[in-house]
């Protein structure tokens, strides 16, 4: 029953390190020949569990992985044929380059002229050909990165694992490398399983990201709906900037649900599960997703006033008071008229409908 | 689709404590990569344990093991055992247990051990033994015998010592290494002053190696000192002029201490020569002998994990002392100097440790009043053959030893300073 | 050469500090060189000045087959004894720094009691128990009474090197596909190796100078050099002394140079 989209396979995983708490409480995940997928959470999640479980460095305690339709349970690291790119990349230090990168095709016993001629396509493939009789310590961390990588695919891995490979990089680098292994995954038809807990990577890189915490799989979902839809307050909080407004249910069906806020208005928003009525919600509205002052009554009317405005260059963040004393913060484009607005002023804040999503209070 | 079927079925234990038998598992789990762990230590492990924990725990139980005369005079120590008195039952054991070590050629271990407690035994016991084969005693007549052997045998002094050699552990040789004994009631006193030796060595030992670590704190501390302040080049230099004796054999550090300091030697030479003294002084095979040489041998051990430390500390700490008013000497000892203190006295327990346990410098450059503990351990093993009394000894030493040991732990932290190289 | 804050005060005690630095210096290092002259002297009684010089001493040393002996023995016992401490050292160093190793404090507590406890009484209690299984007056008793002295050291600069080792080499070795062995012979001995060489030129060392052992051991046939010193010392101190004495120097200076170079490439390495 192999096929491309059950690649990979994750089927009722748990893990404990010490017996008695579970740092993987359940996890399913299947994944498609070809995918790139991020495992994307705060540290302690579970992400890294994952990732460990499948590299073969620790064994589930509970569950099966299962790559091309085969179980992995009880095969070794060394017979997986999964590359890893490790976080701190782990190159070999009293090895040249191209030793490095030749080293998985000695093990496989590749005649030297053939690894030879690998290890070298494999280097120049990440651009940094005329460095292979240099030592690791010798390269920039970009560099090493980028030797990490292709020592990682030099052996044609039926997956490719990535540990928080980019962490050790300054921003630009990072962005850089991000368009690099994101055109390496789409040339050469990778499967990529990337960790990260840096959400704009995971946004950027991924076909699908998996949101972890406390040990479980949130929600998976490509990136645009995870960013529009979230499917419960953490993953809403987590990825991306949301204002949380607390208020009590006044009705909710199955597209809507309106909300009493503790500010005094009352605002509708899109149902992700309906709602006892009485019962405590939070609703949630990304910042740039407010209007400030708007020509006509939305319904979903605040009223507010201005604390102090953040200039961040393209754009800027105005933060503004509720009469309950919570904050809000809308995002406007550089050259909106009201960033003018001197602190103090009263305002009213809109929101869309399809722009607010009600949870129910944990 | 069985992947979807698997999706949606909860797991039993999806709640955040795992069940009983997953705790199972991992144990076992567990334990299997303990064994494959424990495999790589067991050589060593078995190494050590067999040729050296064993030996040393045989020799401390020799230090309260007193088989000889249970072995050897079987019969007559059963009587003293269960507290016969020295009777006419006794004497009559004792003959027949002289007979039966005489044939066996016995008589002599047995006498050397009784001579360890009460001088004389040992002639007594030949003499014993020599009459006991021409005359046996009729019938009643054993204690007389005795008596007309030797009337010694009859002595209290004498019993006692046979009531203390007869059971097979005795605490005869520990209190001797603390130069206490046990008179004829039993109870504890120290033994005549003429024979008080080894508190004596004791404190000889200690006070020998306390002025040589002090020795080794003044001479280090500005070494070590001076070694963290230089230019890399010079720190080098003074780093190899501390290792190069480190690293020489012990055998040639005392050997050039022997021909520098002896009468001819370079020193006493250059002092004649000079007019400071009139006639070459006696600087070997003396106190200062000893003191010159184990300060020379250990210094290392002070500077190398002193320097360690030193190396570490910022030298912004006496800038700041100083901005804060601290004038250079207050600066110095309330800023600088504390935190120095873990490696001076890492340094300077472990030239403490090393240097109470030292046996050869003393040895061959000593006289015979500063010879210190190691000396006797060693002259009772081969010289007098008085087992007993070396391991006490060796007890002693190694508590000593063991106690600073774990203070060194403490003050480290467990961790090893580092011995350069 | 003085910080130029400092005041006249510290830059007197700073100045009498290296002062007695350089004196300290000179009390390591001058009576170790002293004895070197004197095993050229033409006269046989060991005293400055020297007024005849002459290789007598050497010659002496070279013909009188005892010396011969002795050095062979220090040799043969002090290379088995060196090759058994760091092969079982490594080992167990390996085992001690894995995270499986249960109560690895309390054991390597143990494997460095040999350094601890004085030498006297491993000496003493290696007597009476080696000489119930004839292990004394043997080449085996001598070279498991080494190797043990020399554990201790392995156990120590191996450890050391291994705590600085990144675990996830290995881990990485094996996700490309290297078996456990050929990870570790590919990967970690050549990363540990500083560690290695440098607790071996520590157990050889320790067993080339060894003597007390030795004195309690080892019968008139395993002799080693230093046990052979000790009686030149007591007995006879004659130039013949000086001349062991300076050819054991020039050997603790190779080895000395050999541990600084071990020292000085790893610290290229980590820092290149």
């Known amino acids: 029953m192999t096929s491309d989209q059950n690649f990979l396979e994750f089927i009722n995983i748990q893990k404990t390190y010490d017996g008695e708490n579970l740092v993987i409480k359940e996890l399913n995940l299947s994944i498609a020949r070809g995918e790139f997928v991020t495992l994307l959470g705060p540290s302690g999640s579970g992400k890294s569990t994952a990732l460990m479980l499948l590299a073969g460095f620790e064994p589930p305690t509970s569950g099966t992985i299962r790559l091309n339709g085969a179980t992995l349970n009880s095969v070794a690291p060394y017979d997986r044929n999964i590359g890893m790119v490790f976080q701190n990349y782990a190159l070999f230090p009293h090895m040249t380059v191209l030793e490095n990168i030749a080293y998985p095709l000695r093990v496989r016993k590749v005649g030297k002229a053939e690894a030879a001629e690998r290890a070298q396509k494999a280097l120049d493939m990440v651009q940094l050909g005329q460095f292979g009789d240099r030592y690791p310590k010798q390269l920039s961390g970009g560099q090493q990165q980028r030797i990490a990588v292709a020592r990682a695919l030099v052996f044609d891995p039926a997956l490719v694992l990535m540990d928080e490979p980019l962490g050790a990089l300054d921003k630009k680098l990072r962005e850089e490398m991000q368009v690099e292994i994101k055109h390496l995954h789409e040339n050469l038809g990778l499967t990529v399983v990337f960790v990260t807990h840096d959400q704009d990577e995971a946004l950027t890189m991924s076909d699908r990201i998996a949101v972890f915490n406390d040990g479980r799989i949130q929600q998976i979902d490509k990136p645009i709906t995870l960013y529009e839809k979230p499917a419960n307050q953490f993953v809403a909080e987590f990825i991306g900037e949301t204002n949380m407004l607390e208020g009590t249910v006044a009705a909710s069906d199955a597209q809507t649900t309106r909300i009493q806020l503790a500010c005094g208005a009352s605002v509708q928003a899109t149902t992700v599960e309906p709602i006892a009525t009485g019962a405590r919600a939070r609703l949630s509205v990304r910042p740039e997703r407010m209007t400030i002052n708007p020509s006509s009554d939305g319904g979903n009317l605040l009223p507010a006033s201005l604390v102090e405005t953040i200039y961040h260059g393209a754009n800027a963040m105005m933060v503004f008071r509720l009469p309950s004393g919570e904050t809000l913060t809308a995002q406007l484009r550089a050259g909106n008229p009201f960033l003018d607005m001197t602190p103090g002023t009263a305002a009213n804040l809109t929101f869309n409908l399809m722009d607010a999503r009600s949870f129910a209070c944990a | 689709m069985a992947s979807e079927q698997v999706v949606s079925t909860p797991m039993p234990h999806a709640e955040s404590k795992p069940g009983r038998n997953l705790k199972q598992e991992l144990r076992r789990a567990g334990r299997r990569h303990q064994r494959s762990t424990l495999l790589l230590i067991l050589p060593v492990f078995a190494l050590v344990f067999a040729f050296f924990a064993l030996p040393i725990a045989g020799l401390l139980t020799g230090a309260v093991n007193s088989p000889e005369y249970q072995q050897n005079f079987p019969r007559s120590a059963a009587i003293i055992e269960q507290e016969g008195g020295f009777n006419e039952a006794f004497y009559a054991a004792l003959y027949a247990d002289i007979r039966a070590a005489d044939e066996a050629r016995a008589v002599g271990k047995v006498g050397r051990r009784l001579n360890q407690d009460t001088a004389g035994f040992s002639t007594m016991l030949k003499k014993a033994a020599r009459k006991s084969r021409k005359t046996v005693p009729a019938e009643g007549e054993h204690k007389a015998w005795f008596k007309s052997v030797d009337k010694r045998w009859v002595d209290a002094r004498y019993q006692a010592a046979l009531t203390r050699a007869a059971p097979a552990y005795t605490d005869f040789f520990l209190l001797k290494s603390l130069d206490l004994k046990r008179n004829a009631d039993g109870d504890l006193t120290l033994v005549d002053e003429k024979k008080r030796l080894f508190v004596d060595v004791f404190l000889r030992t200690l006070t020998i190696s306390f002025g040589v670590t002090v020795l080794c704190c003044l001479l280090g501390y500005p070494l070590a000192w001076t070694m963290v302040q230089a230019s890399p080049k010079w720190r080098n230099v003074l780093l190899l002029g501390v290792l190069f004796p480190f690293w020489t054999s ?21 002092l004649v020569s ?17 003191f010159v040489a184990l300060t020379h041998i250990l210094l290392p051990f002070l500077v190398l994990p002193l320097y360690s430390v030193m190396k570490t500390i910022p030298k912004d700490y006496m800038r700041a002392a100083k901005s804060l008013g601290a004038r250079p000497v207050y600066a110095f000892f ?34 015979p009043k500063d010879q210190m503990i190691s000396y006797f351990i060693a002259f009772y093993t081969n010289n007098t053959i008085n087992w007993g009394l070396a391991s006490a000894l060796a007890l002693n030493l190694l508590i000593v030893t063991l106690v600073l040991y774990a203070l060194y732990q403490r003050i480290t932290g467990g961790n090893r300073v580092s011995l350069g190289a | 050469m003085f910080d130029p804050s400092l005041t006249r005060g510290e830059k007197i005690s700073v100045s009498l500090t290296f002062i007695v630095t350089g004196l300290v210096l000179l009390f390591l290092i001058t009576p170790i060189l002293a004895i070197i002259p004197l095993s050229f002297t033409a006269d046989s009684i060991l005293s400055y000045p020297i007024e005849n010089w002459s290789l007598r001493w050497y010659r002496v040393l070279i013909e009188n087959p005892v010396w011969a002996g002795v050095t062979r023995n220090s040799l043969i016992i002090a290379f088995a004894a060196t090759i058994c401490a760091t092969i079982l050292g490594t080992l167990a160093s390996i085992g001690l720094n894995s995270r499986y190793c249960p109560k690895p404090g309390v054991i390597t507590a143990f494997l460095l009691t040999p350094m601890i406890v004085p030498v006297i009484i491993t000496g003493v209690a290696s007597y009476f128990f080696y000489s119930k299984f004839g292990l004394t007056n043997s080449y085996a008793g001598m070279i498991i009474a080494h190797t043990i002295l020399g554990i201790p050291f392995v156990v120590i600069t191996v450890s050391a090197t291994l705590q600085g080792f990144d675990m996830n080499q290995q881990r990485a070795a094996y996700s490309l596909g290297a078996r456990p062995f050929y990870a570790f012979r590919t990967v970690i001995m050549p990363q540990i190796s500083p560690g290695v060489i440098s607790g071996a030129l520590f157990a050889f060392v320790t067993s080339f100078d060894e003597v007390i052992v030795a004195l309690f051991i080892a019968g008139t046939e395993q002799y080693t050099l230093p046990r052979q010193m000790f009686s030149g010392i007591r007995e006879n101190l004659d130039p013949t002394i000086a001349a062991v004495a300076t050819v054991m120097i020039v050997v603790s200076l190779t080895v ?5 170079y071990v020292s000085a490439r790893a610290e290229a390495k980590r820092s290149s």
């Open chain 3, 256 to 260: 000395l140079a050999l541990a600084q």
């Open chain 2, 250 to 270: 012990l055998l040639v550090r005392t050997a050039a201490w022997v021909i520098v300091l002896q009468k001819e030697g370079p020193i006493n030479t250059l």
């Open chain 2, 334 to 367: 309330t800023a600088y100097f504390p935190q120095t203190l873990p490696g001076l006295s890492a340094g300077a327990i472990l030239v403490f440790i090393m240097s109470i346990g030292y046996y050869i410098t003393p040895a061959l450059l000593g006289g």
């Open chain 2, 274 to 290: 000079s007019g400071l003294v009139d006639a070459p002084l006696t600087l070997v095979f003396n106190r200062f002998g000893v």
